[in-house]
């Protein structure tokens, strides 16, 4: 069965720390992306990505960065964690042709104190 | 813009019966067109996928496409309690360089009501 796995359900951290979200996919996609999703707000991208070393804004890219040095690992970095930024974290990958849909991995709950 | 438009309900429906969700893009140049279905806490699930005018059927869910007026639904036959959940359309658009991102609806909560 094709996967996503976010490296964390939940996550708990304090105000100015660097944080890691990992995301890996077993599934030789080429597109990999990093949405948030708030209540009322839905999804939202905040970075993606078409290929190996390759890396795009989103419509939310502030206080985010992202790297991607292998095919099946897509990492979201938040730089300066802040509270604004608590949110449910979803990573989703994508073979690189137009009519396929988005796999979503399970997210990450990110609560920032 | 791109912009993909959704009730967001909720929208309640008794057991047996039939559940109507419906969505509006606006894009005509759009070709692929999604249906997630995201249960509370979870992360979304790809259920129905469509590209031609007109219906695809998968088991007890329906969907239907109209490019001309710009609209898809997804119906929901014989709806179950466990049908409850948000559900989320989403559109291909073109993002530039040949490339396609899709956008998504801020989905309709079903509830189905035993």
């Known amino acids: 069965d094709v996967k996503v796995t976010q490296s964390s359900r939940y996550l708990v951290k304090r105000t100015g720390e660097k944080v890691f979200l990992e995301c890996v996919q077993d599934?030789?996609?080429?597109?990999m992306f990093w949405y948030r999703q708030d209540p009322g707000l839905g999804l939202r991208l905040i970075y993606f990505?078409?290929?190996?070393?390759?890396?795009e804004k989103g419509d939310i890219p502030e206080g985010y960065s992202v790297s991607r040095e292998k095919k099946e690992r897509f990492s979201l970095i938040l730089e300066s964690a802040s509270t604004n930024q608590t949110s449910m974290y979803l990573c989703?990958?994508?073979?690189?042709?137009?009519?396929?849909?988005?796999?979503f991995g399970s997210g990450t709950r990110l609560t920032v104190v | 813009q791109k912009e993909v438009e959704q009730n967001s309900g909720p929208l309640s429906v008794p057991e047996g019966a039939i559940a109507s969700l419906n969505c509006t893009y606006s894009?005509?140049?759009?070709?692929?067109f999604f249906w997630y279905r995201q249960y509370s806490g979870k992360s979304p699930e790809l259920i129905m996928s469509?590209?031609?005018?007109g219906d695809k059927e998968d088991g007890r869910f329906t969907a239907q496409l109209n490019k001309a007026s710009q609209y898809v639904s997804l119906l929901i036959r014989d709806s179950q309690p466990s049908d409850s959940a948000t559900y989320l359309c989403?559109?291909?658009?073109?993002?530039?360089?040949?490339?396609?991102?899709?956008?998504f609806g801020k989905g309709t909560k079903l509830s189905v009501i035993p």
């Open positions: 989703a990958s994508r073979k690189g042709v137009r009519d396929y849909g988005y796999t």
């Open positions: 599934m030789d996609h080429e597109n």
């Open positions: 990505s078409y290929d190996v070393k390759m890396k």
């Open positions: 894009d005509r140049g759009s070709q692929s």
């Open positions: 469509i590209y031609s005018n």
């Open positions: 989403a559109v291909t658009f073109p993002s530039g360089a040949g490339s396609y991102q899709l956008t």
